[in-house]
T-cell receptor, first 112, second 114 residues
């Protein structure tokens, strides 16, 4: 079945460092891909999405490119802030299912 | 406005209580969802309503009973819960329940069963 694999956390960075959180997927067909962020004590917020190969989603300085050849959707940000500390979930929908399939989540901790 | 609201924010209930969680969206979305999230885990889908009809029940125990009174409201009725049901319950909505439509989540209800 469809699945999403994320890098294990926590990812610990200093403020202004470059961020990459790896995400790869397995799916038949042409899924849509999403990144959600969950701040402590809150629900999930949609961060960005891409619906077809080579699409680049971007928001709040974060970006991710839908790479069909490597089945990847890695999240990047050029300069992280302490306020970016949260759990980031990669997810897909489509392929064999219309449900939202989540990765296990990656905790990001940014220190001043 | 991409807002989904949930009440209450916190709920503590005994195993013999009956309570309800409420969710509301005013985005004109036609699909609504209930998820359960345990600590340090991704959300797990419980129910999907599409055009006010239950379309997916992920084999959830009958002590959880969903209800969709209209296209903007979604309730989750709780009865005779177990301590292991303690979790964050998230509501979400999307324009439709097909894959290309992103889901928008509410802030959740933190449920503790004593």
């Amino acid at each position: 079945g469809d699945s999403v694999t994320q890098m294990e956390g926590p990812v610990t960075l200093s403020e202004e460092a470059f961020l990459t959180i790896n995400c790869t997927y397995t799916a038949t067909g042409y899924p849509s891909l999403f990144w959600y962020v969950q701040y402590p004590g809150e629900g999930l917020q949609l961060l960005l999405k891409a619906t077809k190969a080579d699409d680049k989603g971007s928001n709040k300085g974060f970006e991710a490119t839908y790479r069909k050849e490597t089945t990847s959707f890695h999240l990047e940000k050029g300069s992280v802030q302490v306020s970016d500390s949260a759990v980031y979930f990669c997810a897909l929908s489509g392929g064999n299912t219309d449900k939202l399939i989540f990765g296990t989540g990656t905790r990001l901790q940014v220190f001043p | 406005d991409t807002e989904v609201t949930q009440t209450p924010k916190h709920l503590v209930m005994g195993m013999t209580n009956k309570k309800s969680l409420k969710c509301e969206q005013h985005m004109g979305h036609r699909a609504m969802y209930w998820y359960k999230q345990k600590a340090k885990k991704p959300p797990e889908l419980m129910f999907v309503y599409s055009y006010e009809k239950l379309s997916i029940n992920e084999s959830v125990p009958s002590r959880f009973s969903p209800e969709c009174p209209n296209s903007s409201l979604l309730n989750l009725h709780l009865h005779a819960l177990q301590p292991e049901d303690s979790a964050l319950y998230l509501c979400a909505s999307s324009q439709r329940d097909t894959y290309s439509y992103e889901q928008y989540f509410g802030p959740g209800t933190r449920l503790t069963v004593t």
